[in-house]
């Protein structure tokens, strides 16, 4: 299938490794300019070599902190300067520590807004101009599927992923009459350096080890494991395609099955 990608620049947030990084391949491999950024400047620009060098694609890496204004600014500046637009934004960002409500405060739910909400709308507030003057434009929001099913422990990251799809829910609706789609994908348990994290943690916790966890995690899972960054990739791009064009304020799940509710 042909995505009608081929020569589109796409913007990808914190891609050096774990599901950034893969969307960040897949747009590359469908024939975009791709943009990625994360903190790390030396596994960053690894990363880019290692896209540039297997799709043949211009990889621009451009290291930046999501949760500092001033850093996303320079982040769309440099891409802006070097490709002159940006087509598809896919917006993502580590998650908040998980914990008991109470042992969070007013800095820790800052922090939390500041690198799961405010990140992605500053992100869209820079791109979303350009879009409009030009009628077209793909936003992608990488979110958690814990604002489908929110699990104990993580207040953080449920609070302030659900306000970034309240946002992009209205932003879908301002936004369609200019060609401009934004949706939202909700990873279940993939198998990430966040997930090891998540049960590292947990294992600690329950004296048990992170192998166990990771296997609670899979026997929740009607597909009986955890999820390959690729199989979210795959969405992403889609959603981000040509082909995509009638779909925007979705919230879309890639979870093997964990979610129960019924939308």
Known sequence: MDLGLKGKVALVAAASKGLGKAVAWELAHEGCRVAICARGEAELRATANQIAGATSAEVLPVPCDVTQPAEIEHLVRAVVGRWRRVDVLV???????TGPFEGFDDAAWQAALELNLLSAMRLC????????????????????????????????STAARAGLVGLAKTLAADYAPYGITVNNVCPGYTLTDRVRQLAQVRAEREGKTEAEILAG?????????????EELAALVAFLASERAAYITGTTIQVDGGYTKGLL
Not at 125 to 151: C, D, F, H, Y
Not at 217 to 229: D, H, N, T, V, Y
Request: proline letters at 13%; aromatic letters at 6%.
């Open 125 to 156: 507030r820079a791109v979303l101009p350009g879009m409009r003057e030009r009628g077209w434009g793909r936003i992608v929001n990488i979110t958690s599927v814990m604002v489908k099913q929110p699990g104990p422990g993580f207040a953080l």
């Open 217 to 229: 995690f899979e026997a929740q899972i009607p597909a009986g494991r955890l999820g390959q960054p």
């Open 91 to 97: 917006n993502n960002a580590g998650g908040p520590p």
